[in-house]
């Protein structure tokens, strides 16, 4: 029997020799595990890495859910395996008779890496969440789906085709959005950044308003505060796969017009040809002063989860 699996979300143990680890090896890990995510306001690290020597790898250092292994022997390689010292567990193994083979390794599988990874801690957050789930199902009435997220979320706003989700958090909230959009919606071209980031724009000016929205300013004019993108930040868009769906994600800044909130969203937007529509789940922050990346992969894990029926 293996012991649980223990650590922090989005550290990676990393196990290479200290002589390795302050050079050209070193060096390679760290570009790759600590390279700076897109669409956060502040630089902060994909992960958190802690190198251990391997000669005091050993009992409870080995069960961190995540750990990188440097070894120099054979023939360059890379393997990942299951469980090794606890579950649940991702080691990756890599290898080479030289430096320069294994920062080859390193630098030629660095997308793998990074997403064996994350894919690890967005399942680790899944388990966590799911002690303790929510009960609402007005979500799958109404649009269709089903989405997984812990009780302490609760429903800020709902209509026939639109739910605003959130939680406080100590400094501020996490929210998801989940609504859909006519399968005409959306075009595959040149212009899809500017589709979405219309689209999301749109529905956020309707349901997420500013503090002071509808109040009245010093020159008698009614105050608009509503939810928008940042202009001078441009979203990051690439293709992925929800649900097994076709899914078009994008990353980052949202403020609020006439006010001083702001912060990251990740957006999805779910082909869902099935039911002629899209499905747009997104997430986002404000959390101000404070790191925002385990809160981005909180919900980034959130709206994985989705099932459209």
């Given at each position: 029997?293996?012991?649980?699996?223990?650590?922090?979300?989005?550290?990676?143990?990393?196990?290479?020799?200290?002589?390795?680890?302050?050079?050209?090896?070193g060096?390679?890990?760290?570009?790759?595990?600590?390279?700076?995510?897109?669409?956060?306001?502040?630089?902060?690290p994909?992960?958190?890495?802690?190198?251990i020597?391997?000669?005091?790898?050993?009992?409870?250092?080995?069960?961190?859910?995540?750990?990188?292994?440097?070894e120099?022997?054979?023939?360059?390689?890379?393997?990942?395996?299951?469980?090794?010292?606890?579950?649940?567990?991702?080691?990756?193994?890599?290898?080479?008779?030289?430096?320069?083979?294994?920062?080859?390794?390193?630098?030629?599988?660095?997308?793998?890496?990074?997403?064996?990874?994350?894919?690890?801690?967005?399942?680790?957050?899944?388990?966590?969440?799911?002690?303790?789930?929510?009960?609402?199902?007005?979500?799958?009435?109404?649009?269709?789906?089903?989405?997984?997220?812990?009780?302490?979320?609760?429903?800020?706003?709902?209509?026939?085709?639109?739910?605003?989700?959130?939680?406080?958090?100590?400094?501020?909230?996490?929210?998801?959005?989940?609504?859909?959009?006519?399968?005409?919606?959306?075009?595959?071209?040149?212009?899809?950044?500017?589709q979405?980031?219309?689209?999301?724009d749109?529905?956020?000016?309707?349901?997420?308003?500013?503090?002071?929205?509808?109040?009245?300013?010093?020159?008698?004019?009614?105050?608009?505060?509503?939810m928008?993108?940042?202009?001078?930040?441009?979203?990051?868009?690439?293709?992925?796969?929800?649900?097994?769906?076709?899914?078009?994600?994008?990353?980052?800044?949202?403020?609020?017009?006439?006010?001083?909130?702001?912060?990251?969203?990740?957006?999805?937007?779910?082909e869902?040809?099935?039911?002629?529509?899209?499905?747009?789940?997104?997430?986002?922050?404000?959390?101000?002063?404070?790191?925002?990346?385990?809160?981005?992969?909180?919900?980034?894990?959130?709206?994985?989860?989705?099932?459209?029926?």
């Amino acid at each position: 029997m293996l012991a649980n699996s223990s650590g922090s979300i989005n550290n990676v143990s990393v196990v290479v020799d200290n002589e390795l680890w302050d050079g050209s090896i070193g060096d390679a890990i760290r570009n790759v595990l600590t390279e700076p995510i897109y669409g956060l306001p502040q630089d902060e690290p994909i992960f958190t890495i802690s190198q251990i020597p391997p000669s005091v790898f050993s009992g409870f250092v080995t069960k961190n859910r995540t750990v990188l292994k440097i070894e120099i022997k054979k023939d360059p390689g890379i393997e990942i395996l299951n469980n090794v010292y606890a579950q649940p567990q991702k080691v990756i193994v890599i290898w080479g008779k030289t430096r320069q083979e294994i920062i080859q390794v390193i630098n030629e599988n660095a997308a793998k890496i990074v997403e064996t990874f994350k894919n690890e801690e967005i399942a680790e957050r899944r388990r966590q969440m799911a002690k303790s789930p929510h009960k609402f199902t007005s979500i799958q009435k109404k649009l269709g789906l089903t989405i997984q997220f812990p009780s302490v979320y609760r429903i800020a706003k709902e209509s026939d085709d639109f739910f605003w989700i959130r939680k406080e958090i100590t400094t501020g909230t996490t929210n998801l959005m989940i609504f859909e959009v006519p399968y005409n919606a959306i075009k595959r071209n040149d212009s899809l950044v500017n589709q979405i980031v219309k689209l999301r724009d749109s529905v956020a000016k309707i349901y997420i308003k500013g503090r002071q929205d509808g109040e009245v300013n010093a020159d008698g004019e009614k105050i608009e505060s509503y939810m928008t993108t940042e202009d001078a930040y441009a979203p990051f868009i690439q293709e992925t796969i929800v649900d097994n769906k076709p899914t078009i994600e994008t990353k980052g800044i949202w403020d609020l017009k006439a006010d001083f909130m702001g912060g990251p969203f990740i957006n999805y937007a779910i082909e869902d040809k099935i039911n002629k529509r899209w499905v747009i789940i997104e997430g986002f922050a404000f959390a101000p002063s404070v790191e925002k990346r385990d809160y981005m992969l909180e919900l980034e894990a959130i709206i994985k989860s989705v099932k459209i029926d």
